[in-house]
């Protein structure tokens, strides 16, 4: 059986997207961390307003929860434009794009989720818009077949994606900017749960908030939930004040140990360690052996082991760090132990 999460950023409830919303940066200047990514949009917003035109079409890629959405949100506002959503399974056929591409005005942004999961007709479908504003697009069927060239207003897409690996080279090279989208350090994710605390109004006391980032996995989106949690926690059971301590128990309540780690990471790594004696092993057999989908590791649990040393990815399989064992408490047998290549480029 699947494990349940308090720090999936994929599947979100309606609550939780609302949550999310109500907390979402709208400008640059209130968007914390990604400096990098900031200037430029902010430069090629101002140089495309000047002479104005329409922004070049933007692919935001990384682990989600970390502002995708966000920041094309954002460049929808600052260029004053509207946005439209859709995502990449949501648009099956050339009928779908073809009802949203017709539906744009000049400037507007459309932005496309998962955009790595589009059929290739439906991509392909989608080259000469990205470049000639213009799609053929063909009714009827058979001997009745007709192409109809149909004109486009000027607009700009944003795609996002977890998997930058998935998008083909032609829809890449359709891109005039991408832009990979990092985890964020504690100082910025402190900040953004200072900034979301203060929207919700809440009272915290000195170093609560550092206390929550530290766990927060590098990721907004986890930050602002745990938050929610503390916020709940504190309700309930002290006064409604976040202190240290109700921090401590709430996340200790949730299973979220020092690192941030979650019950499914500690499963994926002990399945790693117990079950394939450290690795290397397969994604989809570990996926098998959790009873978890293998995209669910892939995206939300994978991208942060990695970025903390704890799982390595190699051409045979993933493999455990000495770090990870370290942390969890866990010893090889002696025949793994025996194998130096496992820990080669350990620590
Ligand atoms: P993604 O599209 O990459 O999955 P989102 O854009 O939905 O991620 O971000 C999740 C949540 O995290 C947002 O609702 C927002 O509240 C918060 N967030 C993301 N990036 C930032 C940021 N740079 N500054 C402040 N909050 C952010």
Known sequence: ???????????????????????????????????????????????????????????????????????????????????????????????????????????????????????????????????????????????????????????????????????????????????????????ELAEILNRSANLLKLECENGTLELIADRSRGTPRVANRLLKRVRDYAQVKGSGVLSCDIVEKALKMEQIDSLGLDELDRSFLRALAEVYDGGPAGIDAIAATLGEERDTLEDVVEPYLLQVGFVRRTKRGREITRHACRHLGITLSEKKKAQPELFEQDD
Do not use: W
């Open 1 to 187: 059986m699947a494990i349940d999460r308090v720090i999936d950023s994929q599947q979100l409830n309606k609550g939780e997207e609302e949550f999310n919303v109500s907390l979402r940066p709208k400008t640059l200047d209130e968007c914390i961390g990604q400096l990098n990514i900031k200037e430029k949009i902010s430069i090629a917003i101002t140089a495309a307003k000047q002479r104005g035109e329409p922004l070049e079409h933007i692919l935001f890629y990384g682990p989600p929860g970390l502002g995708k959405t966000t920041l094309a949100n954002i460049v929808a506002i600052e260029m004053g434009s509207k946005l439209r959503s859709s995502s990449g399974p949501a648009l099956n056929k050339q009928g779908d794009v073809m009802g949203l591409l017709s539906n744009v005005n000049e400037g507007d942004v459309l932005f496309i989720d998962e955009i790595h999961r589009l059929s290739t007709p439906v991509e392909e479908f989608i080259y000469p818009a990205m470049e000639d504003f213009k799609v053929d697009f063909t009714v009827d069927s058979g001997l009745h077949a007709k192409t109809i060239n149909f004109p486009l207003k000027r607009f700009t897409l944003i795609g996002a994606t977890t998997r930058a690996g998935l998008i083909s080279a032609p829809l890449r090279g359709r891109f005039g900017m991408l832009y990979h989208v990092d985890f964020y350090s504690q100082g």
